[in-house]
């Protein structure tokens, strides 16, 4: 019995000493850290814009929000994601991804100060909102520019790692801003110069974005003008001479090369599943923390409250960091992802049933850490098994689907959740989801088995 059970010992370890030495090429390599610099300022100054754009809209005493109107500034928030991502995905595969970083970081930073001096100036309504939405637009170029550049600073077996590393640290990175964001308007003030000075703070994050990006050679994060795949044309300037052939050639690309691909596609499935019912969580969150929660010892409602949720939720951003790799590594992409699927349906009941302070701040830890596991695996997916000519459209699809499921979702969350935010009944709803999201992933992924048992 020993003698049988060492070798596996030894493999064991074996295997770890490769990843940790994997690793250890992976963060020495020049161009992943430069990437990993533009993506941190980047989103370390999203993180602070969108949380003191909430806490504007919110949290300001000199004006008041009803679910709706904490629905619409979410939406502002995310709707460009789905409008522009389209036209990112098919320009991505077109410009030089080093110069979109370069100037979309730029002209991002010019955006937020105009969104900070309409917040001074006590500007509120259709004018705000469309700055915030010109804002998130310029982002949204900026994280597709970064997740299409990933794979030409990284060999392709260590996609999974450099992904998690990346994407995991960059969404903590944002946490880590919002937070940054709350603390200041704890001092410097709530209200509306307040919003407007932490506004302004947040442009430097893509200012320094741009500097960095800037130190990448030219045609280095791609495109790559290779042969297409079957039946999926690159975009070239002669195939799409305007912006309505951009868009509807992006999209049906994007889904051509999805449908052709059944992990991708279940990877999809099971992350709109997430972002539904992760919509549904955050919107009744939001409204608990402002009208029905109260202080209790440490635990504190309101903006704070936000605050503590939001760190509770970066550390699990940083577990499923530690998480993913592993569990990829050893039981497969799709066995984690059905883990993932599994263990957020159970911390979404459990939310239902007690629905107190402590539930909530449990919740957005493990729902965080779950969440992100999903979207580390579909990203590993997009990467790892659809062609460059064509991964900047996928990524754009990706973008537009995993944000109009949150839109859609907090959408129905403010119609339906009462103005305090108690709806058991809403959040059970949102388990839900989550069944029906494994559901559609274990079908998706038949479909490969079936495809692969016909061709053999």
């Not at 979410?74 to 080093?98: E, N």
């Not at 659809?386 to 996928?394: F, Q």
């Not at 859609?408 to 029906?436: Q, W």
Request: glycine share 10%; aromatic share 6%; net charge positive.
């Amino acid at each position: 019995m020993s003698s049988s059970s060492a070798p596996a010992t030894g493999d064991t370890a074996t295997s770890a000493k490769r990843e940790k030495a994997g690793l250890a090429r992976l963060l020495r390599a020049s161009g992943f850290r430069r990437l990993l610099g533009v993506r941190f300022t980047a989103q370390f100054g999203d993180g602070m814009f969108q949380a003191a754009l909430g806490g504007a809209v919110l949290f300001n005493p000199e004006r008041q929000a009803d679910p709706l109107a904490v629905a619409a500034g979410l939406a502002v928030i995310l709707l460009p994601y789905s409008v522009i991502g389209p036209f990112t995905g098919a320009l991505l595969d077109r410009w030089d991804r080093r110069r979109v970083l370069v100037v979309a970081n730029i002209v991002r930073a010019f955006l937020v100060a105009v969104v900070a001096v309409l917040v001074g100036t006590g500007v509120d309504g259709v004018p705000l909102y469309l700055a915030a939405l010109a804002v998130a637009g310029a982002s949204r170029f900026v994280l597709s520019g970064l997740s299409a550049g990933l794979p030409h600073v990284v060999e392709p077996r260590h996609l999974v790692e450099a992904n998690t590393i990346a994407a995991t640290l960059g969404a903590a990175t944002a946490a880590i801003g919002g937070a940054t964001a709350i603390g200041l308007r704890a001092v410097i003030g709530s209200g509306d110069a307040g919003s407007a000075v932490v506004t302004t703070i947040a442009m430097f994050g893509p200012l320094l974005a741009a500097l960095v990006a800037s130190r990448f050679v030219r045609g280095r994060l791609g495109p790559d003008r290779v042969a297409p795949e079957e039946g999926i044309a690159p975009a070239t300037p002669a195939a799409e001479s305007s912006a309505t052939r951009v868009v509807l050639h992006g999209m049906t690309d994007g889904l051509r090369a999805v449908a052709s691909t059944p992990t991708v596609a279940a990877s999809f499935a099971a992350l709109m599943a997430h972002r539904l019912a992760f919509g549904v969580g955050t919107l009744v969150s939001l409204l608990l923390f402002r009208y029905a929660f109260t202080d209790s010892g440490v635990l504190r409602a309101g903006m704070t409250g936000v605050g503590e949720a939001v760190v509770l939720a970066a550390i699990g951003l940083g577990v499923a960091a530690l998480l993913t790799p592993w569990l990829v590594h050893r039981i497969g992409r799709a066995t984690t992802v059905r883990i993932a699927l599994g263990v957020s349906m159970t911390a979404q009941i459990a939310l239902a049933v007690f629905l107190s302070l402590p539930a909530v701040l449990a919740a957005a830890f493990a729902l965080a850490a779950t969440g992100q596991v999903v979207k580390l695996c579909a990203d590993t997916a997009v990467q790892s098994e659809t062609g460059d000519e064509v991964r900047g459209r996928v990524f754009a699809l990706y973008d537009a689907l995993f944000n109009i499921s949150y839109v859609l979702a907090i959408t129905a969350a403010a119609l339906l959740s009462p103005p305090d935010g108690r709806a058991p009944a809403l959040l059970g709803a949102a388990a839900v989801v989550y069944v029906l999201g494994f559901g559609a992933h274990e079908l998706l992924l038949r479909r490969r088995t079936a495809g692969a048992a016909a061709r053999s």
